[in-house]
C-alpha cells in the first residue's frame, strides 16, 4: 500500500467511507430503536469497566461524524491525488485514526477512555496540520495548535478529575457534580468551560483556528470545522445537561457575554478577509460562538427554573450544531476545490469561476447561503431558533431589564447576521462572478468526479434538513435528557410547551417551492425561445476589464473604515511609476488588521516568556561545578523544609 499510492489512496478512502457510514447507520439505530448500545472492553480502568457506549447525546454527534466523514471520504479520493508524491500513506493513515478518534470521543464512557481518545485525536488532527511542512507557516501553525488543544486539554483533565474525586467513579453514568460544594462546582463549570472552549475555537482562546485551518489540507479543514469544533460542544453539553446541572445564574451570563463576543467579532474578522480559508475559519469561531451563546441562553432559563424554554434553547443549539457541520464542511471543500483548480485561496485572484466550475459553484453557493442564514436553507430555520429562545428571555428575567437584554441580544444576533450575509456575498460574489483576475483562474477546470460528488451528497443535506427540518428538531430534542418538545405526529413542530405557539410546516415549504418552479417555468414558455446574444455588458463604450472589478479588499472597505478603532486596518500603498508616459503608473496597495486579543493578550504574553526565557537561560551555565551547587542548595532546602 506504502509503494502504490493509487492503491493506497483509493483504499484507504474507501475504507474511512465504509466505517464513516457505519458509524451514522449506528446513530440511526439508536434514534430508530430508542436504545443505547455499548460495548465493554476486555480489560478494566481504575478498577472500573472499560466501556464505550452510545446514548442519544452521543449518537447525535455521531450522525454529524458519520456523515461528514462519509463526505470527505468520497471527496477526498480525487483530492489526495495531489499528494501521490507527498507521503500520501502517513496522510490517508492519519485521517482514518483522526476519523477513529472522533468516533470514540463521542461513544466513550469513561472519562479515562474520553481523554485517551481525546489526546488521540488532537495529536492526529495537529500531524494532519502539518502534513505540508515544507510550506512558510505551516509548522508554526501546527504547534500553536498543539500548545492552545494541549492547555485545553489541562482544564478539561482538571475538570473531569474533580468529579471523579467527588463521585468515587469515573464512569459517566455515576459522575455527578451533586457531592461538590458550590465552589467546587464553580471550579469544575470554569474548567469545562476553558477546556472546551479552547479546543471550539471560542474567543479569546481561538487563535490557533485562522492559522491551522489554511494550514491543513482542504478535506482536513473541513473536517476539523465541520466535525472536530463539535466535539467542543459534546463536552460542555455532557458537562452542563449530565454532570452539573442547575447552576447558578453568572454561569449562564457568562456563556452569552463570550459566545456573543465570538460571534460579533467572528464574523466582522470574516468580513475583512480576502483569504478564503481565513475567511471560513474566523466564521466558525462565529458559528461555534453562536452555538455556546445558545447553550448559555439555556443556562440562564435553567437557572431561573424554566426548563421548557432552557431545553429549546440546547435543542435550538444542537440543531445549529448540526447545520453547521453540514454547511461548513461543504464551503471548505468547496475552497479544497478552488485552491486546486487555481492554486490560490486570495480571492482577489479569483473571479469568473462559475463559469469554469459550474458545479463547484453551485455547490459552493449553497453552502455559503445557508452559512448566511438564507430561506429557504437550513441555517436560516436554524437560527431562527435561536432568535425565538432569546425572545423568551425577557419575560423569563422579568422586569424592563430583562427586556432591555433581550432586545439587546437580538440586536446583537442581528448585527452578526448582517455581517454575515455581506461576508458571504463577498466571498461568492468576488470569487466566482466577474472575470478572472489571474491566469490561474482564467485556466481552471472543474474538479475531479468524486470531489464533485462528495460536495453534492452535503448540499443534498443541506437542502433536505432545509425541507424536512422536524427530523432534526426532533432527535435534537431526543438528544436531551428530558424531552420538552412534544412531536405531534403532524408536520407542525411545536407544541404549547412554547408560549407564543410558533411553528414551522415544511408541507407549505414544499408546496411553496414546488409553487415557485412552476410559476417560472410557465413564464419561460410564455416568453418564447430563449435568445441569446454573446457580447461584453455594455460600460458605455468601455470593454470592461479585471482592473474594473471589485476586489475583496475593496467590498470590505467601508466595513474597514466603520470598525476601525477595533480593527485598527494599517495602509500601505506602493506606487511604481512607469517610464512610459501613457501607460500610467503601477498601484500596489496592502491593509494590515489589528487583531483584539493577539495584541492585547498573546503578543505581551509570548514576550513576557521570551524574557523569562532568557532569565533561566542564564541557569544553564554548562558548568558541572555550578550544577553540583545547584543540587547542593535544593539537598538543604529539602532538609530544613522536611525539618521544621
Not at 594 to 601: A, G, K, P, R
Request: hydrophobic share 50%; net charge positive.
Amino acid at each position: 500500500m506504502k509503494e502504490n499510492s493509487r492503491i493506497n489512496n483509493l483504499f484507504s478512502h474507501l475504507f474511512a467511507l465504509a466505517g464513516s457510514l457505519a458509524a451514522a447507520a449506528s446513530a440511526c439505530v439508536v434514534y430508530a430503536t430508542g436504545q443505547g448500545w455499548e460495548i465493554g472492553l476486555p480489560f478494566s480502568v481504575w478498577q472500573e469497566e472499560a466501556m464505550f457506549r452510545l446514548d442519544h447525546l452521543g449518537a447525535f454527534f455521531l450522525f454529524m461524524t458519520g456523515v461528514g466523514g462519509a463526505a470527505v471520504s468520497l471527496y477526498a479520493i480525487g483530492y489526495c491525488r495531489s499528494y501521490m508524491r507527498r507521503r500520501l500513506w502517513l496522510l490517508t493513515g492519519l485521517y482514518n485514526v483522526f476519523l477513529l478518534s472522533l468516533v470514540l470521543v463521542f461513544s466513550a464512557q469513561h472519562a479515562l477512555l474520553f481523554l485517551l481518545a481525546w489526546e488521540v485525536m488532537a495529536l492526529s488532527s495537529c500531524l494532519l496540520v502539518n502534513h505540508e511542512y515544507e510550506e512558510a507557516g505551516v509548522s508554526q501553525a501546527a504547534y500553536l495548535y498543539f500548545a492552545m488543544t494541549q492547555a485545553g486539554t489541562a482544564f478539561i483533565v482538571m475538570a473531569f478529575f474533580s468529579l471523579a474525586a467527588a463521585s468515587g467513579s469515573m464512569d459517566f453514568s455515576l459522575l455527578n457534580g451533586a457531592f461538590l460544594t458550590e465552589g467546587e462546582r464553580n471550579f469544575v463549570f470554569l474548567c469545562a468551560l476553558i477546556g472546551f472552549g479552547a479546543k471550539g475555537g471560542l474567543m479569546p482562546l481561538h487563535i490557533w483556528l485562522p492559522r491551522a485551518h489554511p494550514a491543513a489540507p482542504s478535506h482536513i479543514s473541513a473536517l476539523m470545522s465541520g466535525v472536530m469544533l463539535k466535539t467542543a460542544v459534546y463536552g460542555m453539553l455532557r458537562m452542563s445537561l449530565q454532570f452539573l446541572p442547575s447552576g447558578p445564574l453568572w454561569w449562564g451570563e457568562l456563556m452569552v457575554a463570550v459566545g456573543l463576543i465570538s460571534l460579533l467579532l467572528g464574523i466582522l474578522y470574516a468580513f475583512l478577509e480576502k483569504d478564503l480559508k481565513r475567511l471560513l475559519a474566523y466564521s466558525s469561531v462565529e458559528n461555534v460562538g453562536l452555538i455556546f451563546f445558545t447553550i448559555g441562553v439555556g443556562l440562564l432559563f435553567s437557572s431561573k427554573g424554566d426548563w421548557a424554554a432552557a431545553q429549546f434553547a440546547w435543542t435550538a443549539a444542537l440543531c445549529h450544531a448540526l447545520n453547521h457541520s453540514l454547511f461548513k464542511t461543504l464551503a471548505f471543500l468547496g475552497v479544497g476545490a478552488v485552491y486546486q483548480a487555481t492554486h490560490s485561496k486570495d480571492a482577489d485572484q479569483l473571479g469568473g469561476l462559475i463559469k469554469k466550475m459550474p458545479y463547484t459553484a453551485v455547490f459552493f453557493l449553497i453552502s455559503v447561503m445557508a452559512l448566511a442564514a438564507l430561506p429557504p436553507l437550513n441555517g436560516f430555520w436554524g437560527e431562527w431558533l435561536i432568535f425565538q429562545a432569546v425572545l423568551q428571555l425577557g419575560p423569563v428575567l422579568g422586569g424592563m431589564v430583562g427586556k432591555l437584554i433581550s432586545a439587546l441580544l437580538i440586536a446583537g444576533l442581528g448585527m452578526a447576521g448582517v455581517f454575515a450575509a455581506a461576508c458571504f456575498v463577498e466571498a461568492f460574489g468576488i470569487s466566482f462572478l466577474a472575470k478572472a483576475r489571474s491566469k490561474g483562474a482564467d485556466e481552471a477546470k472543474e474538479v475531479a468526479l468524486t470531489m464533485r460528488a462528495g460536495q453534492g451528497v452535503l448540499a443534498l443535506c443541506c437542502v433536505g434538513a432545509a425541507v424536512f427540518p422536524q427530523f432534526v428538531i426532533q432527535n435534537a430534542a431526543a438528544a436531551l435528557p428530558a424531552g420538552v418538545l412534544v412531536w405531534s405526529g403532524d408536520m407542525s413542530l411545536f407544541s404549547a410547551a412554547l408560549p407564543n405557539g410558533y411553528s414551522i410546516d415544511s408541507r407549505w415549504l414544499i408546496a411553496s417551492l414546488f409553487a415557485g418552479l412552476v410559476l417560472s417555468l410557465g413564464l419561460a414558455r410564455l416568453g418564447g425561445k430563449e435568445k441569446q446574444t454573446p457580447g461584453e455588458t455594455w460600460t458605455c463604450g468601455i470593454v470592461p476589464d479585471r482592473q474594473m472589478e471589485y476586489t475583496a479588499s475593496g467590498f470590505s472597505q467601508a466595513a474597514k473604515r466603520a470598525f476601525r478603532r477595533v480593527v485598527h486596518p494599517h495602509e500601505e500603498q506602493l506606487i511604481n511609476q512607469s517610464p512610459h508616459r501613457y501607460h500610467g503608473q503601477k498601484l500596489s496597495y496592502e491593509i494590515r488588521l489589528h487583531y483584539l486579543f493577539s495584541t492585547q493578550i498573546y503578543e505581551p504574553l509570548q514576550r513576557r516568556l521570551v524574557e523569562a526565557a532568557q532569565i533561566m537561560k542564564q541557569i544553564q551555565g554548562g558548568s558541572v561545578q555550578v550544577y553540583v551547587g545547584y543540587i547542593f542548595v535544593v539537598t538543604i532546602a529539602v532538609l530544613l523544609w522536611s525539618a521544621r
